[in-house]
């Protein structure tokens, strides 16, 4: 199949980059592996993922992790199983 077409994106910078260690990590290059995505999307005729809109709970956790709200730090694994036996 000859490559005719050419796909543009905005994104973060940060994000584009973190994606495309993790696609050297399998192999791929970006092309690859977006050229894989679209394939993915024909395969499933949608998104090859589940698409969601979160709960109110997901919606808080979420925030809460984000702010570090609650957020409880151990010194070892042996003392977060400690914390753990109630």
Known sequence: MAKEATARAR????LKAEAESILAECGLNASQGINLFYRQVILH?????DVRIP????????????TG???VRFGSADELFRDLEI
């Open 11 to 14: 994104m973060d910078a940060a």
């Open 55 to 66: 709960n109110a709970a997901s919606r808080e956790a979420m925030r809460e992790i984000e």
């Open 69 to 71: 709200e609650g957020l």
């Open 45 to 49: 005729q949608g998104l090859p993922f």
